[in-house]
């Protein structure tokens, strides 16, 4: 069965600081991964995703993750971070046949201190 | 392309009642998916459509839980009979059809059972 594992519930940074949010998948085949962020009262939206080819992927709102398949992770990265950036994230796998099946962890929930 | 529209935003219930949810997907998409998102935790998947038929259904929808596509376009979620634990954010989004490399997703709609 597909899983997805994201380590840290909470995470607090400075404004400015850079990010790494940790996530961990199961998956028996090639995945389609994917990290979203979720505003407080919000959908979903998409960050970024790969699904094959270059193993480091940009996303909007200068977002980047790494695919490392020996360690089956997929973290999410920022230089630099800005207060706007306080949210929910959720990373998620899905299936190159249905990528809107998706299994999707728990969050990981970013404070921004000024 | 205006997005995934959902209706109601927010809807209060009292135990026992029935709510209907809808959803409309951006208009080329031919996959529509529903999820449940509770409180602290990422969006579990409940269904979804690949025009009018119902394709797949989770362990998740229970038999008070029903829903249609009539005609491939908009969709609708009904609860029957709600229990406390029906409590949730209901998201729903679309994609493509099987080549789709993403869905979109909805703002979604908040059921609280009091």
């Known amino acids: 069965a597909q899983s997805v594992t994201q380590p840290d519930i909470h995470i607090t940074v400075s404004e400015g600081a850079s990010l790494e949010l940790r996530c961990n998948y199961s998956?028996?085949?090639?995945?389609?991964l994917f990290w979203y962020v979720q505003s407080p009262g919000q959908g979903l939206q998409l960050l970024l995703k790969y699904f094959s080819g270059d193993t480091l992927v940009q996303g909007i709102k200068g977002f980047e993750a790494e695919f490392k398949r020996s360690q089956s992770s997929f973290n999410l990265r920022k230089p630099s971070v800005h207060w706007s950036d306080a949210a929910e994230y959720f990373c998620?796998?899905?299936?190159?046949?249905?990528?809107?099946?998706?299994?999707f962890g728990d969050g990981t929930t970013l404070t921004v201190k000024p | 392309d205006t997005g995934v529209s959902q209706d109601p935003r927010h809807k209060i219930t009292k135990r026992g009642q029935n709510v209907t949810f809808r959803c409309d997907p951006i208009?080329?998409?031919?996959?529509l998916y529903w999820y449940r998102q509770t409180l602290g935790q990422g969006p579990e998947f409940l269904t979804y459509?690949?025009?009018?038929?119902?394709?797949?259904k989770s362990r998740l929808l229970s038999d008070r839980f029903s829903a249609e596509r009539p005609k491939g376009s908009f969709s609708t979620l009904e609860i029957q009979r709600t229990e406390q634990g029906d409590s949730a954010m209901y998201l729903c989004?679309?994609?493509?059809?099987?080549?789709?490399?993403?869905?979109?997703f909805g703002q979604g709609t908040r059921l609280t059972v009091v």
């Open positions: 459509f690949q025009n009018e038929a119902q394709l797949e």
């Open positions: 989004a679309s994609s493509r059809g099987q080549g789709a490399t993403e869905a979109f």
């Open positions: 998620a796998v899905g299936a190159k046949t249905n990528a809107g099946k998706s299994t």
């Open positions: 998956y028996g085949a090639t995945p389609y």
């Open positions: 208009s080329e998409h031919n996959r």
